[in-house]
């Protein structure tokens, strides 16, 4: 149901991006115009369930990032800016390039203290804390991020889509405060998205219909950060040839809570939501169902020293709020309760061995495989409940 691809072609080319890219920075780099971009390999290993490649019992080498970003201050109030984006990460992205964004932004009205603008083209989504800038492995608090809210299993649909926001901001005795309201058209044909809503690939297309998304945040000046974010996406399934299901519409809600604290060395961050879903006219195979999902992370991070940071998190994501262990899905469906939630301890170590390279491991103690991508673990019965995963990542950046 997605386009091929050409892993061969793509990485001759991200190659050739990626060693001419830090001649075109310092031939490009200006006050109106601007090149970077980053790479990043990781290595990943697990116990009893796969994570991005066959990782169960060995190493996958499976977990390839690399990006190159351009911005062109066209006119004083129009910036132009986009990114080309090399992804592989197991069965559920299988490698290649592809425009991760490309936006125009148009700054209408500015003052001292305030602006207001418009962003349109394949935008990015303001969804929580981290999603606007998940792609760059430097700006991320872990080599993964928490998988209770920022699923990779649903990375297409949250990353970037055609659409406009208007976004405004504005600096107050009392702190800064910016907004985000718009429309997206978000992208629900892929693997690992049609996992997470439909329960494996089916034969068909599901094309999201629209999307509404909103987000307000309050910068104080006592260092602390808070955020609202509201998204509602809606998707039409069309069957293919050999479908068990038949037409049938999803929707995704949600109202999500940020809350981030930062002292000298330390910072504490915490996410909430309890997004939506809703499923309808599957037919009798994919009955029709309303889940109200539970999911969360408290994490923190300690620069103990100046090139070092110590990071701990745990997160906790519940399929179905009013079963969470899963006791009633298994019942009614014979399928592992496990499937229905995930609790992952993380402890992650950074080091910054310059400005320009990085470091991390991380090692992940996982209760449940709610959040597991289902292209790596494709034989539901087969996934074990108690898992361990480590990684390790080196990335780059100019």
Known sequence: MTASRRPGWNSLLLSGLLAASPAWADELAGPRYQIQGFAAQGLIGSTHNNFFGDSRDGVSTRFTEAGLHGSWQALDAVRLSGQILYRQAGESDQGGLRADYAQADWQFYQTEASQLGLKFGKVKLPYGLYNETRDVPFTRSGILLPQSVYVDNSRDLLLAAPGAFLHGASVQPYGAFDFLLGWVRPDFDSPSVEYSFLGNIRPGTLKGQGALGARLRWDLPTDTTLMLTHADARADYSPGIGATLTA?????????????????TVTLTAEYGEPRFDNTGF???????????????????????????????????????????????????????????????????????????????EFHHVDGTGWL???????????????NMWLLQAAYRF
């Open 248 to 264: 049938g519409q999803v929707r995704f809600r949600n109202l999500l809570l940020t809350a981030q604290q930062r002292f000298d």
């Open 373 to 387: 991508p289902g292209p790596d673990n494709p034989v539901f019965i087969d996934r074990e409940q108690r898992w």
């Open 283 to 361: 037919g009798p195979y994919f009955p029709s169902s309303h889940r109200t999902i539970q999911a969360g992370y408290l994490q923190g991070e300690w620069r103990f020293l100046p090139a070092w940071e110590l990071m701990l998190r745990h997160d906790f994501f519940y399929r179905d709020k009013r079963d969470k262990n899963g006791h009633l899905f298994a019942l009614t469906t014979g399928l592992p309760a496990h499937s229905m939630f995930a609790r992952d301890t993380t402890l992650g170590l950074r080091w910054d061995t310059t400005p320009n390279l990085m470091l991390r491991a």
